[in-house]
């Protein structure tokens, strides 16, 4: 069983914004590294961006400053704050720590219309 679990995507406009949610089923706090990652159809999964058990933040330049990543350990809980969309963030978005530890899970659809 996967111990964490995507939702929040849905289908928005481009310039619209989304919050995904990373909930584990046992402590964050164990997890040094965590990430979400992205699979556009017909490519290859990608980090977008990541946050240590510190706080500190890594992003894909792609979506630099228009993403934030950010972890609530008392609700055991990664999101990521996603703002002006485009298309080609579309994908399924995931979360697994980094590098990556668990089974893939069903991820979270995100569709950007133009």
């Given amino acids: 069983q996967v111990p964490l679990v995507e939702s929040g995507g ?17 402590s964050i706090l164990l997890f040094e590294r965590m990430g979400w990652y992205r699979q556009a159809p ?3 999964r990608e980090l977008v961006a990541s ?3 510190g706080g500190s933040t890594n992003y894909v330049d ?4 228009r993403v934030t990543i950010f972890r609530d350990n008392a609700k ?3 999101y990521l704050e996603m703002h002006s969309l485009q298309p080609e963030d579309t ?15 069903q991820g979270t659809q ?5």
């Fill in 91 to 105: 994908a399924v978005y995931h979360c697994n720590l980094v590098p990556r530890y668990f089974n893939w899970g």
């Fill in 76 to 78: 055991n809980t990664m």
């Fill in 62 to 65: 792609s979506v630099k400053d």
């Fill in 110 to 114: 995100v569709t950007v219309s133009s």
């Fill in 42 to 44: 017909g490519k290859q």
């Fill in 10 to 26: 849905g289908l928005v406009q481009a310039g619209g914004s989304l919050r995904l949610s990373c909930v584990a089923s046992r």
């Fill in 51 to 53: 946050i240590t058990s």
